[in-house]
């Protein structure tokens, strides 16, 4: 999974930092969006996803890998 974020649409309102910290932050000087990390861990998966449905501003774009996990 990747995320990436359209800072011209970003309203500020810091929903997906506190959803996801580790790949969100907010920028000191604008409060806009800001991304940690463009790659997303499978463990933030979730988190990611929902931080995108609450964005207000609809700033944040998630990616799917396009290769799910290998069959054995």
Known sequence: MRVSVDRDRC????MCVMNVPDV??????????RLRRTTVRPDQAA???????LCPGGAITVVED???PASA
């Open 66 to 68: 396009e290769s799910g």
């Open 11 to 14: 309203c500020s309102s810091g």
């Open 47 to 53: 988190d990611v996803r929902l931080a995108s449905e």
């Open 24 to 33: 969100f932050d907010q920028d000191d000087q604008d409060s806009l969006v």
